[in-house]
């Protein structure tokens, strides 16, 4: 049986900086993923500034577009409520972003095989035994959960927490290309389309919109009439043409919890790391790879298998400050209105997207805005 240190299960963001920091580090690191690059990914594609402080390469001739603005809709309200220089985004391919990442990973050491799906986790107490479709079985010391919301690793290893939030994604192309520069200095939120948590978007990118629409909750019958009323409020989106539509699960971060065994580790959402308020989830899946190739490589080194350091640090460095992201959550979905016309409140999520301050000090500006 083929044998690595580091048996990476899915090449996304979070896989892929995992395998590449491990790789680096020395180790004999595998990563294994079901589709071939440059493969779609369900996403808005819209990165906060403060990914670039994570990643030690250029990626910046992939942002397709920086959009400065956003912008605030409300389902009974004919008043659109927007902030020119607040809440900055930059725009990405998934499939490009995805593909160079994993390049990255390469360029370091790490193998990667694609359409290649695992079907199985086995843990023992010596090492951890990763089954393929094709039958194949390769032993690792560690393997790396990076299989995204309904990760086969996760199940394996025990942390079984559902699927998470759902949510509609489609790619639209207007026939006058020239809308999306006329539309493209803000972002867009939609609320009030979906009866419970949750919201709408409309990401500009290069030539088209990333529109979509996500709830926290694991059922939404009628989801995607919700979407087509949201995308119905906006003039600019008639006529457009629809090159994708898929729905996928986002796995919002719901408690602190144990994210790793003696022979296993989760990053990114595999792990639940979603941010609850915003969704966001591309920073804190490359944030726990940064995370787990350190504390693998160090803890392999020292002993050869995993202690609770990488989950302790996790929850010290991601899901501590969920706790008040979904305070966050909760005050904000029983008045968007209130939240998002406080300039206070806005300017407060625009540090907290560039990382310079955490959901516990919008709490507070949110106190102080009343
Ligand atoms: C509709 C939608 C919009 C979103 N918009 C944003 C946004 O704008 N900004 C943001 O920051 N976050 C956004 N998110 C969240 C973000 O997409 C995820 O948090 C992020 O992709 C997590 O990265 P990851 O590496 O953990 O998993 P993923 O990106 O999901 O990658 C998992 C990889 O594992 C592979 N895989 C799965 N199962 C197997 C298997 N059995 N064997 C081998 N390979 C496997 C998959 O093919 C995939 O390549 C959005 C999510 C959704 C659903």
């Known amino acids: 049986m083929e044998q690595y240190d580091c048996v990476v299960v899915g090449a996304g963001p979070g896989g892929s900086v995992f395998a590449r920091n491990a790789a680096r580090k020395g180790l004999k690191t595998l990563m294994i993923e079901k589709e071939s690059f440059p493969r779609y990914k369900a996403c808005g594609g ?8 994570l990643l030690d390469f250029d990626y910046s001739f992939l942002i397709e577009r920086k959009v400065g603005g956003v912008a605030f809709v409300s389902h009974d309200e004919a008043e659109i409520v927007s902030y020119p220089d607040s809440m900055p985004i930059e725009m990405i391919d998934r499939s490009e972003f995805d593909h160079y990442l994993a390049r990255q990973a390469v360029s370091a050491g790490a193998v990667l095989i694609e359409k290649t799906k695992v079907v199985s986790v086995t843990e023992s107490l010596d090492d951890v035994v990763i089954e393929t479709q094709n039958g194949d079985a390769i032993s ?3 393997a790396v959960g990076a299989d995204g919301a309904r990760s086969v690793v996760a199940r394996a290893a025990g942390f079984d927490r559902g699927y998470g939030g759902i949510a509609i994604e489609t790619e639209l192309f207007p026939r006058d290309p020239g809308i999306v520069d006329e539309h493209g200095g803000h972002t867009v ?20 919109f990333s529109v979509g629409i996500g709830t926290g909750s694991a059922r939404m019958p009628g989801l995607a009439s919700m979407y087509r009323k949201f995308i119905e409020r906006f003039d600019f989106l008639k006529d457009a043409d629809e090159e994708q539509r898929r729905g996928w699960f986002i796995p919002y971060c719901k408690s602190s919890e144990i994210i790793n065994t003696r022979r296993i580790c989760l990053v990114g959402d595999s792990g639940h790391l979603v941010d609850p308020f915003s969704g966001e989830g591309i920073y804190h899946a490359i944030l726990s790879g940064i995370i787990g190739a350190d504390i693998v490589s160090e803890e392999l080194g020292e002993k050869g298998y995993l202690s609770r350091q990488y989950s302790r640090e996790i929850k010290k460095r991601i899901m501590r400050d969920f706790m008040f992201s979904r305070w966050c959550s909760e005050i904000y979905y029983k008045a968007p209105s209130y939240f998002y016309r406080k300039n206070r409140v806005i300017q407060a999520l625009t540090r907290l997207a560039r990382k310079e301050i955490q959901y516990k000090h919008v709490l507070n500006e949110l106190r102080k805005a009343r």
């Open 189 to 208: 939120f939609g609320f009030g389309f979906i009866p419970t948590d949750g919201y709408g978007w409309i990401f500009p990118k290069k030539d088209h």
């Open 46 to 53: 819209g990165l906060t500034l403060a990914v670039k402080n």
């Open 140 to 142: 690792a010391l560690v």
